[in-house]
């Protein structure tokens, strides 16, 4: 069965701090997403990546840098933690074809305090 | 890349059919329509995808007109474990972005 695996399901963080959140899929996938979602606004994507070592920005970068060092892993980096940042962070990833279906984990509730 | 628009909000009660209409004027010629579920505290999960017409799988039907700039994801005879929020994403693949739009919540009572 197709997977896709986040590292935490919680994650408690201090303002300032640096944050880590790690991506891992098993099915080769080229693409691969890191969406956050709040109340009310729905999925917004942060960063994107097509293949190793690319990136791409989505809707909502700013504050977050990403990387793929590896073809099934991605993650992405809160470089110092806002309170603003307290929300669900979702990963997905996709073959890079004409009709992705997108696979999601699970996500990771971030809490900044 | 195309915007979609869809209902903030729909109820039902059990056994209805429940149409979700989607809007994207600008959908583009190699763009597909595809469907997610998400249930709280979990990621979405495709239900179904579509490039014209109708497609019917074993949980949902999509209709999509010839102009293609609507669709239509319709639930037969719905329970209450329907209750989700469902997502329109647009897109044709490749090296793109796929952007979600805010999703219909989906409340189905008894």
């Known amino acids: 069965d197709v997977k896709v695996t986040q590292s935490s399901r919680y994650l408690v963080k201090r303002t300032g701090e640096k944050v880590f959140l790690e991506c891992v899929q098993d099915m080769d996938h080229e693409n691969m997403f890191w969406y956050r979602q709040d109340p009310g606004l729905g999925l917004r994507l942060i960063y994107f990546?097509?293949?190793?070592?690319?990136?791409e920005k989505g809707d909502i970068p700013e504050g977050y840098s990403v990387s793929r060092e590896k073809k099934e892993r991605f993650s992405l980096i809160l470089e110092s933690a806002s309170t603003n940042q307290t929300s669900m962070y979702l990963c997905?990833?996709?073959?890079?074809?004409?009709?992705?279906?997108?696979?999601f984990g699970s996500g990771t509730q971030l809490s900044v305090l | 890349l195309a915007k979609t628009t869809q209902p903030i909000s729909m109820d039902s009660y059990e056994g209805q059919e429940v149409n979700i209409t989607c809007s994207h004027n600008?959908?583009?010629?190699?763009?597909?329509i595809t469907w997610y579920q998400q249930f709280p505290s979990q990621g979405p999960r495709f239900i179904i995808q579509?490039?014209?017409t109708k497609v019917t799988n074993e949980v949902a039907s999509l209709f999509i007109p010839a102009d293609r700039k609507s669709s239509t994801l319709s639930l037969p005879r719905v329970s209450l474990s329907d209750t989700a929020v469902y997502y329109c994403?647009?897109?044709?693949?490749?090296?793109?972005?796929?952007?979600f739009g805010s999703g219909t919540r989906l409340q189905v009572q008894p």
């Open positions: 990546s097509y293949d190793v070592k690319m990136k």
């Open positions: 994403l647009v897109g044709g693949g490749g090296r793109r972005a796929l952007t």
């Open positions: 600008n959908i583009a010629t190699n763009d597909y």
């Open positions: 997905a990833s996709s073959m890079l074809t004409t009709n992705e279906k997108l696979f």
């Open positions: 579509g490039y014209k």
